[in-house]
């Protein structure tokens, strides 16, 4: 059965660390990893990840794929307030089917 | 930046009606998608739609769910005949091209069964 497991579930940081958000998958046919923030309603875009090893950034998020050990990572330095939500990483295959994981809840205190 | 849009934002419904969940991706999108999240849990994939039929769907989107494009411009989901268990927040969300493009998602539909 597909699956995305993502980890922790919940993690509560001061402002100003660094955070790294886990995602592992198993998925058939698999073609691309997308990681979403979602605060109060709809999920949004951050990134989407294809191929192994190259890292894609976005201000102080940053995000890589492992193909080959079936994880990705969600980096995010000098973390705010506004950072505050939860982040879902999903798996898109090639069949046009998306998976998505439990999430993680960052809580970023003041 | 254009958008999906999702009417109504809050539907109620006794249960046993049927509800139609209307979306409007953007205009030059192809690939159109229905997720549910139920309270407090994940993102579930219901279903994905191109050239006017569905291209794949999940265990979830059984014989009461169906899904239409009426008119060329809105995405409909429809549920015939609701359980309590429909109750959730449902989300739309529609792609450019191919898969190498991200889905944007609308702001959801919380439908509420009693």
């Known amino acids: 059965e597909d699956k995305v497991v993502q980890s922790p579930l919940s993690l509560v940081v001061h402002e100003g660390d660094t955070v790294t958000l886990n995602c592992s998958y198993e998925?058939?046919?698999?073609?691309?990893l997308l990681w979403y923030k979602q605060e109060k309603k709809a999920p949004t875009f951050l990134f989407m990840l294809?191929?192994?090893?190259i890292e894609k950034k976005s201000g102080r998020l940053s995000s890589i794929l492992d193909k080959k050990e079936l994880f990705s990572i969600l980096n995010i330095t000098a973390t705010q307030t506004g950072d505050s939500a939860i982040y879902l990483c999903?798996?898109?295959?090639?069949?046009?089917?998306?998976?998505f994981g439990k999430g993680t809840r960052l809580h970023i205190l003041p | 930046e254009p958008e999906v849009t999702q009417t109504p934002s809050h539907q109620v419904t006794q249960m046993g009606q049927e509800v139609i969940l209307r979306c409007v991706p953007i205009?030059?999108?192809?690939?159109f998608y229905w997720y549910r999240q139920i309270l407090g849990q994940k993102v579930e994939f219901l279903v994905s739609?191109?050239?006017?039929?569905?291209?794949?769907k999940s265990e979830i989107f059984d014989d009461q769910f169906s899904v239409e494009r009426p008119d060329g411009s809105n995405f409909t989901l429809k549920i015939r005949s609701t359980k309590l268990e429909d109750s959730a927040m449902y989300f739309c969300?529609?792609?450019?091209?191919?898969?190498?493009?991200?889905?944007?998602f609308g702001d959801g539909t919380r439908l509420s069964i009693l």
């Open positions: 969300a529609s792609s450019n091209t191919d898969h190498n493009q991200p889905q944007h």
């Open positions: 998925v058939t046919n698999f073609r691309s």
């Open positions: 294809t191929s192994s090893g």
């Open positions: 999903a798996s898109h295959n090639r069949d046009d089917k998306i998976i």
């Open positions: 205009s030059n999108h192809l690939y």
């Open positions: 739609f191109y050239n006017n039929e569905i291209s794949e």
